[in-house]
């Protein structure tokens, strides 16, 4: 299992946890990460404004994996829609790749249609597996109550997946997580947008969306958030304090990356997984962890 890894944009800059804890759990559990320097942008920042530059761009960075002879892992939802959109219409509409081949060939680069794209989660569950998983589990999670969180891109749009999920009952999360064993909590309104796309449009409207989930969350007693999108991540996460300000309420509730959560169960050194880096304090809920597991080796 080896994949070029496609970071993105957003990862590097407010998601390095999200990174590191893929790069060990990748590691750990045989799937190979390559780094390609010639990545830039997927694309997804003017598809709104400018479809066909924005396809432009998806092609170059899908041909770019392709004369490597590797398909594409990414860990941001976003790059993972916007290039497996371009790489379905790409692989099935020759007019259309012969159009973006003339452009290509501009900078030297031209895209035959075989590079597949996957989010670094489906991978985790589709060529590893949650049984797998499973019975690598170092540290059982057992007595944690976690509430995962899908985003709109890792789910839509469905038929660019393959209906791999259903966009409105999701399951692939809530499985990875239970086969760590968690609890998985389920709330209301759990398939909503965090709201990040017009954060720095309207962040009023932004930041009541995120709220509304905090508040749905936090009703049922979940003791973390788990989720796999740098944007979610920045916007429960990183503006936690900021919706709390505004809405004069209290969450200190914790927002962990899949990897994250996964690493922990597979034994990894919660610094390696990047935990100190997650913004609402991780502390509490890796004392709870341990303390659970201290127990359990107790009464076995």
Do not use: W
Request: hydrophobic share 40%; aromatic share 6%; glycine share 8%.
């Amino acid at each position: 299992m080896k994949y070029a890894f496609f970071l993105g944009c957003l990862a590097p800059v407010m998601a390095r946890q999200f990174e590191l804890s893929a790069r060990k759990v990748a590691e750990k559990l045989g799937v190979e990460l390559i780094d390609v320097e010639d990545f830039a942008c997927c694309g997804f920042p003017i598809k709104s404004v400018d479809q066909e530059t924005a396809l432009l761009l998806a092609a170059r960075n899908l041909s770019v994996a392709e004369s490597l002879g590797l398909d594409i892992c990414t860990i941001c939802t976003g790059c993972a829609s916007t290039l497996t959109e371009a790489s379905k219409e790409l692989m099935h509409n020759d007019g259309l790749r012969g159009k973006v081949n003339e452009k290509l060939r501009k900078i030297g680069r031209t895209y035959k249609g075989n590079v597949k794209v996957r989010h670094f989660v489906r991978i985790l569950y589709e060529d590893i597996g949650p049984e797998n998983i499973k019975s690598q589990v170092k540290k059982s999670l057992e007595g944690l109550r976690l509430a995962s969180h899908y985003g709109c891109h890792y789910l839509k749009p469905s038929d660019v997946f393959d209906k791999f999920e259903d966009p409105e009952f999701p399951r692939t999360l809530d499985v990875l997580i239970s086969v760590l064993g968690a609890e998985t909590v389920e709330y209301e309104d759990k398939t909503q947008c965090c709201g990040g796309v017009i954060l720095d449009v309207d962040d009023k409207i932004s930041l009541a969306m995120a709220q509304k989930k905090l508040d749905h969350v936090n009703a049922m007693g979940a003791e973390a958030m788990v989720l796999m999108c740098p944007l979610c991540g920045s916007v429960y996460d990183r503006n936690q304090r900021a919706i709390e300000r505004r809405f004069n309420v209290a969450y200190n509730l914790p927002v962990l990356f899949y990897p994250q959560v996964l690493g922990l169960a597979l034994g990894i050194d919660p610094k390696g997984l990047g935990l100190d880096m997650n913004r609402v304090k991780t502390s509490d809920l890796l004392s709870k962890a341990k303390s659970l597991l201290d127990l359990s080796l107790h009464e076995n």
